[in-house]
């Protein structure tokens, strides 16, 4: 009995004895790794260098299998996609070739009608490198500028719709003030109706509209298009849509500027209005009487002086005449001559 109590003693004390030699090991390593911090993190690369292509090696079958196991979900949404964009692309096609045949019946009414036809617009694509917003602007940094072509005043679009103009251009940047900035102002006209009005950014994401026609009807969803006034920017290029803000309109722009990676610069100038000279054949269209030639003044003075009759030289009467011819008849026939002021100076 005394000997299985002993047996059984002996084997708790062997038992406790490698737990109490693990506890003042990691009291060991703790107070080493608390003095020798650099010892342990040198030992840790190293360890993690010895193991790391096993680890990868292991990784990597292991990362391929939870990606396959991933992509079973998205497997059937891009078999839908991928329907789905089949079929826009053949409406799109179809598209393609209406527009081409509506393209080739307006060349050919423009020839009948001999239309003028609006200039071809030049476009530079460039790259935004920099964004700059401030309180009171609102900026963006292009990678263009005058060695390529790029003014100030031209506008600038992306896939959507004009998003702003040029104001600065170096040699091989430009800066683009936006739609949305406090100082921007272009000219624009609103369909149905061709409404024109001033768009004005005001910091927001909508700007306003000023300078409306007296008695101009707006409604929502109303399209805002550039007028081309002034001849700056190109007539027709989508802005936006009117939207109601409380008690006024505003338009929400289809661009979106903040977004915006690749945009294109349109190099647009329109043709300078040049006012006809009149000639005289115009003149009496226009009720005007044509003017009359113009005469040196001695000309004119030698044509128009009368020309005074020289008076007839004095012959005076005999007396026999005047004593044979006696009677009314002989007076009357008889002429009283005028006196000469030259024969009363020789009297004299």
Same mark, same amino acid.
């Given at each position: 009995?005394?000997?299985?109590?002993?047996?059984?003693?002996?084997?708790?004390?062997?038992?406790?004895?490698?737990?109490?030699?693990?506890?003042?090991?990691?009291?060991?390593?703790?107070?080493?790794?608390?003095?020798?911090?650099?010892?342990?993190?040198?030992?840790?690369?190293?360890?993690?260098?010895?193991?790391?292509?096993?680890?990868?090696?292991? =990784?990597?079958?292991?990362?391929?299998?939870?990606?396959?196991?991933?992509?079973?979900?998205?497997?059937?949404?891009?078999?839908?996609?991928?329907?789905?964009?089949?079929?826009?692309?053949?409406?799109?096609?179809?598209?393609?070739?209406?527009?081409?045949?509506?393209?080739?019946?307006?060349?050919?009414?423009?020839?009948?009608?001999?239309?003028?036809?609006?200039?071809?617009?030049?476009?530079?694509?460039?790259?935004?490198?920099?964004?700059?917003?401030?309180?009171?602007?609102?900026?963006?940094?292009?990678?263009?500028?005058?060695?390529?072509?790029?003014? =100030?005043?031209?506008?600038?679009?992306?896939?959507?719709?004009?998003?702003?103009?040029?104001?600065?251009?170096?040699?091989?940047?430009?800066?683009?003030?936006?739609?949305?900035?406090?100082?921007?102002?272009?000219?624009?006209?609103?369909?149905?109706?061709?409404?024109?009005?001033?768009?004005?950014?005001?910091?927001?994401?909508?700007?306003?509209?000023?300078?409306?026609?007296?008695?101009?009807?707006?409604?929502?969803?109303?399209?805002?298009?550039?007028?081309?006034?002034?001849?700056?920017?190109?007539?027709?290029?989508?802005?936006?849509?009117?939207?109601?803000?409380?008690?006024?309109?505003?338009?929400?722009?289809?661009?979106?500027?903040?977004?915006?990676?690749?945009?294109?610069?349109?190099?647009?100038?329109?043709?300078?209005?040049?006012?006809?000279?009149? %000639?005289?054949?115009?003149?009496?269209?226009? %009720?005007?009487?044509?003017?009359?030639?113009?005469?040196?003044?001695?000309?004119?003075?030698?044509?128009?002086?009368?020309?005074?009759?020289?008076?007839?030289?004095?012959?005076?009467?005999?007396?026999?005449?005047?004593?044979?011819?006696?009677?009314?008849?002989?007076?009357?026939?008889? =002429?009283?001559?005028?006196?000469?002021? %030259?024969?009363?100076?020789?009297?004299?």
């Amino acid at each position: 009995m005394a000997n299985g109590t002993w047996k059984i003693a002996r084997n708790r004390g062997s038992a406790q004895l490698p737990l109490a030699i693990f506890a003042v090991l990691a009291i060991i390593v703790v107070l080493v790794g608390r003095a020798q911090s650099s010892l342990f993190d040198r030992a840790r690369t190293t360890f993690t260098d010895w193991t790391a292509p096993l680890l990868q090696s292991v =990784s990597e079958p292991v990362d391929g299998v939870s990606r396959w196991f991933g992509s079973i979900g998205t497997i059937f949404v891009v078999y839908r996609e991928n329907l789905k964009l089949k079929e826009e692309n053949a409406k799109l096609r179809q598209w393609q070739s209406a527009a081409l045949v509506l393209e080739d019946r307006i060349k050919r009414y423009q020839l009948l009608l001999n239309a003028v036809v609006d200039p071809s617009l030049d476009r530079i694509t460039a790259r935004v490198i920099g964004r700059e917003s401030k309180p009171f602007l609102e900026t963006m940094i292009l990678n263009a500028g005058k060695s390529q072509g790029v003014r =100030s005043g031209q506008a600038v679009v992306d896939e959507h719709a004009i998003i702003g103009r040029i104001f600065l251009a170096g040699e091989r940047s430009s800066w683009v003030i936006l739609l949305t900035d406090l100082n921007s102002r272009i000219p624009v006209v609103i369909r149905p109706g061709n409404i024109q009005a001033i768009m004005a950014g005001d910091n927001s994401n909508a700007p306003t509209l000023e300078t409306l026609a007296q008695g101009a009807q707006l409604r929502e969803g109303m399209q805002v298009l550039t007028s081309g006034d002034g001849g700056l920017l190109p007539p027709g290029l989508a802005v936006g849509v009117l939207i109601r803000d409380g008690g006024r309109m505003r338009v929400a722009l289809l661009s979106d500027a903040n977004t915006s990676d690749d945009v294109q610069v349109i190099k647009y100038q329109a043709a300078p209005e040049t006012t006809p000279t009149p %000639s005289l054949n115009d003149l009496p269209a226009a %009720s005007l009487p044509p003017p009359q030639p113009h005469m040196p003044a001695s000309d004119n003075t030698t044509a128009t002086q009368p020309v005074e009759p020289e008076p007839a030289p004095f012959k005076p009467s005999s007396t026999k005449k005047n004593e044979s011819n006696s009677g009314p008849a002989a007076a009357t026939e008889q =002429s009283v001559p005028a006196e000469d002021p %030259s024969a009363e100076d020789e009297r004299d």
